[in-house]
């Protein structure tokens, strides 16, 4: 049985390593990798439906105007098909103020005055659940990454995968929720090819997205 999964992977508004993000999901090789933006993937009606996960590598700060085909995808379709869902880094910020969002990636304080980022940071991220598919096996590790300031998720549902030690980052960074029919993964890291790079971050986003696909 062919295992190969497809993945959208969604990029606007935020710049980042082209190549270096390229060649990162070249390396999965059970995965077949689109990239696109958010506003092209909602309406190819064609192979929407086609992707077993969804990773979002975009922003949006604010919540869509009313009626449009950006707000009508999130609250008719996010969900609903059951698509696993990775949030990687920057699209944790995605739509701040929106509780529907909220929902998605259990991080209620995400962005604001009390939002605060720092580059080039040694990040120990130490393993704190080791029983989920994503993270077994696994050992604690250290790459150079950009924290986010931001809150805690929270919201009833996350379980808790990583934490990081390091001083004006979030303490959690990687936790895996429930969203509708969707398995949902959340990961704060990811910022630039230092991070692409690193054995460890690829071996965890692409269990994350196998896992939310339903493959692991």
Known sequence: MDKRMRVA?????????????????????????????????IQDEENKQTYSAVLWYNIHWDPPAENSILRIYMERELGK????LVLL???????????????VCGLR???GASFTYTQNQTVKEHIIDRD??????????????????????????????IAADT???????AWTRQYQNSRVFCYASGHDNRVYGDPNFRRILHRGLRWAGGLL
């Not at 880094?89 to 909220?102: I, K, N, R």
């Not at 050992?139 to 808790?160: A, C, K, L, M, N």
């Not at 001083?167 to 960074?173: A, E, W």
């Open 167 to 173: 001083p004006g980052s979030m303490k959690h960074i």
């Open 81 to 84: 098909t059951g698509q696993g």
């Open 132 to 161: 989920h598919p994503i993270t077994t096996g696994l050992s604690d590790f250290t790459v150079v990454d950009e924290t986010y300031g931001v809150g805690e998720p929270e919201e009833e549902g996350s379980r808790i995968l």
């Open 9 to 41: 992977v969604l990029v606007e508004n935020h710049p980042y390593d082209v190549v270096g993000f390229q060649k990162m999901l070249d390396s999965f090789t059970d995965c077949e990798t689109f990239v696109q933006p958010l506003d092209l993937f």
């Open 89 to 103: 880094h920057h699209a944790l910020l995605c739509f701040q103020d929106w509780d529907l969002f909220t929902g």
């Open 109 to 111: 304080n995400r962005g």
